[in-house]
């Protein structure tokens, strides 16, 4: 996998090598780990002029956690009275590229505080500072087989730990009990830890995005809106159910449900090489939005996944560019009625063409509404 890694700084240095730079500073965790394989907490990439160097502001301990850096990076480990000093191990790689006769430095600076920009400037004033910008995460959003191997494998375990929650009695129990009784499962089937903080949301609070878990029960005749997902190896997989607690579905649950999910079923569809972003977006907002529920509806329909959460692309109506074949997104349309409750159905699936099979679902939980 060395290869992988330094293929990959390859294809940054070519960026900003184009744009007149000698030098990049990489600081944000996500894109650390991306190009070094993995990181001390902390940590910064030095791309120099003579030597890439994975700065740490101390000595990385012996637990294995996420995995070991790129064995083809030298480990630069700042001394307490160096430059650095404070723990800053992006002020210690600046000074380290002027050693390496960089003239000039290319920073994360959507990542970077305006007191650490301003500190790498004073730790090294010969250098010329540049905005690296998005160029790491726009080089992240297409993977690779290991990658999306990794987005398999969490999504597997997101459904088992799913399906042994819904085999269990549910009524009586709080969206807070179910949500951390998920998350156990989680590493007990083999995950990193939840991918993001659990959704449980029960009655009125149901189909609601991002709703964090309260002590409300779970009660007959409610929906409930299931959102997790797992991560492994760093990469994070997501899913979304809704179902009925109890046998008998009143008419406008049915009725909603089923909306729901035609519209997740025509952005699922709509994923292909070549997309538009916001075509996708509009395939599933439209079936929604011709039914009434404008109103009601996400600011988005879904986004990418990778070693974040929430990644570029996203499927929104003001999504700019098109979608690339070995690109993870989710698709997750939902209505949410206020008083009542609603439904949101979310999968992961990696963007294929259509001579393979179109997209690939990795999330496999059957999306029938299921009495519980």
Known sequence: MSEVYATRRSRLRDHFTAAGTAAALVTRPANVRYLAAAAPRGSALLLGRREDLLVCAGPPDDRVGDGRPDENLRLYVLAPDGAGAGGDAAVGAADLAVGQDADSLAVEEHHLTVARHRAVSAAAPALRLTDLGGAVEQLRVVKDEEEISCLRIGAEIADQALGELLESILVGRTERHLALELERRLVDHGADGPAFPTSVATGPHSGRRGHRPTDRRVEEGDFLTVCLGAAYRGYRCEIGRTFVIGTSPADWQVELYDLVFSAQRAGREALAPGAACRDVDRAARHVLDSAGYAEALSPLTG???????????????????????????????????????????DDTLVVRPEADGGPELLTITTKELLAL
């Open 303 to 345: 986004h990418g996944v990778g070693l974040e959460i929430d990644e570029d692309p996203q499927l929104a109506p003001a999504a700019m560019g098109k979608l690339d074949a070995c690109v993870p997104v989710t698709v997750e349309p939902g209505v949410h009625l206020p008083g009542r409750g609603g439904v949101r159905i």
